[in-house]
């Protein structure tokens, strides 16, 4: 070991003054950088923003009101926004628009404003189509819902020659069991396992969406521990790909060509949602933002992945044959039901509490449809398929204490297989993404203390 | 073998007093960082006589992207969460952001005398967040709350359950809702599309009150 020479002892002294000064500059240069805590700043024009829900299906003789809610930036008196707006209308889906102004309601619970669409566009049998324009008098922002506005505005078709299907009141309890438990993963990081977050006092997340390939196999995607894991058709765990995802609650879609599709909601860290494309082997091909502030559910469309958006209330697709679409080509390219190929769509409408409308349409014309009304409350569908000449659709059935999901095999002549499901929602998921129909077999993602599974429900139909 | 230069004595004490006193500055710094509620206010609300659903939908959007915080109740309008990995369920942390009773408290103009029904005007950066947790709000306590059918909810009531509460901003296609919520840490403070209407782990909650 070396004795301290004078030299040395100069050096060091120098060393700890030039090495404490520069470290409190470090500090200056962070301090001056950041923002001080607390500070408060004025709310910013992105807070303009507006709502509506679309009509999308409406019967012969119903009354039309279209209501729009209107948000500004939060207003020191408390008061709402002083705003204004105009719905642009027409009879069919081409032709110019006749501008309607929007009156200003005392209510707001479904939204203060809103105009009475004329019954001569109401009653059309070519259906209407329309967009708005809403104003904010107080910064003089402005913006037009759906996003695409008259490049692909809101479409309403008449309902007519609907096959009616009246589900009477639920009975609770009486659920069907499983043909198959396709997945049983028990809560972990490990081979086999998937990852659950979140705690008693928090809410639990686990798995929060899924898909079939294929083969038949299963892919859960496990975004509490970053990675998609497939189980064979036989329920054996087969492979895991890692994909670099946030942890929050996606929804996801495999491509036949096995690209994995994975729409992520805002973040803490990023305010807007996306959607990533993933080669088979998860390595990122691209990520794109979405038109709009928030999605309900991801699809296969017939040239790539479509999203279902809000406020637009549209499908948009995201991507066409592999090359992402930007956000205004999104919202140029909107559609008011899901696109199913060869110019059909699916629109599903939910009406009060105890109604849901759908129709599968080629253009303007509608194909087949159906009305289905229950004494007991329905919630969200989370499942709407075409089923050969069929249509499969899954709901949640509820009252204020208990619920439910029934599976409604859809024909002709109305309901051809109806079963229920136990929830099964221990963890938090995806909104809409706890089904998936492929081939004849109706797949549930599920979830209970042990950990998470998918059941397969084979329907007994005929395509 | 490859043999690392030899650094002056000197050169090494610099490096040694350099690293501390970075430490020391980032320990500071990131305490000040951590701090949000220094800048946060306690004065009392603004007492209000009007209440519309609309004007809470405004107030609770402009939360959005301002972080969550477990316990919390203040936030600024810069967009941005000031502290976003603060360990969860941590109320020490002192962040930015409300968590979802809180924020549900300040846009429901709530007093925090839960025997009192008046409207009370909160600034975001007014920190507080109110008497009542989810299950509180689930329960209908409280002068101004009260359960409502889960079927007939509208805009700006809730939805809680043990664990969480959502304000609906909108209904939407499929039969969700756009609910504005602050949700988790990691998620922050938005507008999401949810299935709580459906789900039987929540209740329907309203506000007495609205003028509109």
């Not at chain 1, 408390?78 to 309601?105: E, K, N």
């Not at chain 1, 049983?184 to 977050?197: D, I, K, M, T, V």
């Not at chain 1, 329905?378 to 949640?396: D, F, M, P, T």
């Not at chain 2, 007492?47 to 972080?67: K, L």
Request: some cysteine; proline content about 6%.
């Amino acid at each position: 070991m070396h004795g301290l020479s004078s030299r040395m002892l100069m050096g060091g002294a120098a060393g700890v003054l030039a090495g404490v000064l520069a470290g409190i500059g470090m500090l200056s240069i962070s301090a001056a950088g950041a923002r001080p805590a607390g500070q408060s700043v004025p709310p910013s024009a992105r807070l303009f923003a507006g709502a509506h829900l679309p009509p999308l299906l409406t019967r012969p003789g119903e009354p039309v009101t279209l209501h729009y809610a209107l948000v500004c930036a939060p207003r020191e008196d408390g008061l709402p926004c002083a705003g204004a707006g105009d719905v642009f209308i027409r009879v069919g889906q081409s032709g110019g628009f006749t501008r309607l102004p929007l009156q200003r309601g005392d209510d707001s619970k479904e939204g203060r404003y809103f105009v009475e669409v004329p019954p001569a566009i109401a009653g059309s049998p070519a259906g209407f189509s329309y967009y708005a324009t809403l104003r904010d008098h107080e910064t003089g922002e402005t913006l037009t819902l759906p996003s695409g506005g008259p490049a692909a505005p809101q479409r309403s078709l008449q309902l007519d020659a609907a096959v009616d299907v009246a589900l009477g009141p639920h009975s609770f309890g009486h659920v069907r069991h499983a043909d198959a438990r396709a997945v049983e993963a028990p809560w972990g990081s490990g081979a086999g396992q998937l990852g659950l977050a979140g705690s008693k006092d928090l809410g639990r997340f686990g798995p929060s969406a899924f898909d079939v390939d294929a083969n038949g196999g299963i892919a859960v995607l496990d975004q509490v521990n970053g990675r998609l894991s497939r189980w064979n058709r036989g329920g054996v765990p087969v492979a895991t790909t890692a994909v670099k995802v946030d942890r929050g609650l996606a929804d996801l879609a495999l491509e036949p060509d096995g690209t994995i599709d994975v729409l992520e909601p805002p973040s803490a860290e990023h305010h807007d949602p996306s959607l990533k494309s993933f080669r088979p082997n998860g390595s990122l091909r691209w990520a794109q933002q979405l038109s709009d502030r928030t999605w309900a559910k991801l699809a296969r469309g017939p040239s790539g992945p479509v999203v279902l958006q809000d406020p637009s209330e549209q499908w948009l697709p995201v991507a066409d044959h592999g090359a992402p679409h930007d956000r205004g080509a999104q919202a140029r390219a909107a559609h008011a039901g899901r696109p199913l190929g060869s110019g059909r769509e699916l629109l599903v409408e939910r009406v009060g509490s105890d109604e849901l409308r759908i129709a599968e349409t080629a253009g303007t014309a509608t194909v087949r449809a159906w009305r289905v009304t229950s004494a007991t409350s329905i919630g969200e569908v989370q499942l709407a398929e075409r089923l050969g000449a069929r249509l499969l659709v899954v709901v949640k059935t509820y009252t204020d204490e208990r619920d439910e999901f029934t599976a409604l095999v859809l024909d002709h002549s109305g309901v051809s297989q109806q079963f229920s499901l136990t929830p099964s929602q221990w963890a938090e998921t995806a909104p809409l993404a706890r089904f998936r129909l492929a081939g004849t077999s109706l797949y549930q993602l599920g979830s209970t203390e042990a950990g998470a599974f998918v059941d397969r429900y084979d329907l007994e139909v005929t395509q | 073998m490859r043999t690392l230069p030899k650094i002056p004595f000197g050169a090494r004490v610099f490096m040694a007093a350099f690293g501390v006193a970075l430490s020391l500055a980032l320990t500071s710094g990131a305490q000040a960082y951590h701090n949000f509620w220094a800048g946060c206010g306690y004065e009392a609300p603004t007492f209000m006589t009007t209440m519309t659903r609309d004007a809470a939908q405004s107030y609770a959007y402009a939360a959005s992207y301002e972080g969550y915080h477990w316990g919390g109740g203040c936030w600024n309008y810069d967009d941005a969460d000031s502290y976003p990995y603060e360990g969860p369920g941590d109320v020490s942390s002192h962040g930015e952001g409300a968590d979802c009773s809180g924020l549900t408290f300040k846009t429901w103009r709530e007093s925090q005398d839960v025997a009192k029904d008046g409207r009370y005007y909160w600034r975001a950066l007014r920190n507080v967040h109110g008497p009542y947790g989810t299950l509180a709000f689930k329960a209908g306590y409280g002068a101004p709350n009260h359960v409502v059918n889960k079927s007939t909810a509208g805009v700006m009531d809730a939805f809680s359950s043990d664990t969480h509460i959502g304000m609906v901003f909108f209904r939407s296609l499929y039969g969700g809702d756009q609910v504005i919520e602050a949700k988790c840490e990691a998620c922050g403070t938005n507008i999401f599309y949810e299935t709580y209407r459906s789900n039987s782990a929540y209740g329907g909650v309203g506000r007495w009150g609205w003028t509109g």
